[in-house]
């Protein structure tokens, strides 16, 4: 009597691919993203502009001169929508010719100088008391996400994110008077002995 073959293992299930790693977020963006008029957002002249300006600091507080900072808010009807105009080309060469200087469009994109300053120049957001910032930096895996507190904005004290941050940590997502129609606003990458780090939000 002959017996039975051996009944072959059950093959093993693949296993879950894992994601790939990440690269850091620089620095070929600071060739590839910027474009002309990036920061200015409000059309020139417009007399509800304001200024949100400030610098991106390191964990030693030294300045980060080769950073972007984007923003992202609606406009001051409370509409999301958008509008083209941010990049418009050259329809003969190509060439990134930048706003049109008449359309917002919700949209900024701005490099910081060899100080780490920024500067954007916009209309106050509707509906909202923030501008939603992302901050790209060398040394960074992810781009960051934070959000810049107008102080003066209607509806601040109601806000429920802010109303759950700590005292000290909710000092870092609200701007700073620095002078008629101007906010200060500092992008801390980490904490030091004197100054909190900017909170930033996880939208995974």
Known sequence: ???????APAPTPPAEPSPTPSQTVGPFYGYALP?????DLAPPGHPDTLTLHGHVLDGAGLPVPDAIVE??????DGSRTGAPGSLRRDPVTGAV????????????RVATDADGHFTLRTL???GVPYISLIVFARGL????HTRAYLHDAPGLTGDTLLARVGPARRATLITRPDGPRTHRF??????????EETVFLDFG
Do not use: E, K, N, Y
Not at 35 to 39: K, Q, R
């Open 1 to 7: 009597m002959t017996s039975a073959p051996p009944t």
């Open 186 to 195: 500092d992008i801390r990458l980490q904490s030091d002995d004197q100054h």
């Open 35 to 39: 474009f002309t008029g990036g920061g």
């Open 141 to 144: 895996l992810h781009h960051l």
């Open 71 to 76: 923003a992202w808010q609606p406009a001051p």
């Open 97 to 108: 010719i930048g706003r049109d200087t008449v359309t917002f469009t919700g949209f900024g």
């Open 124 to 126: 106050p957001p509707g």
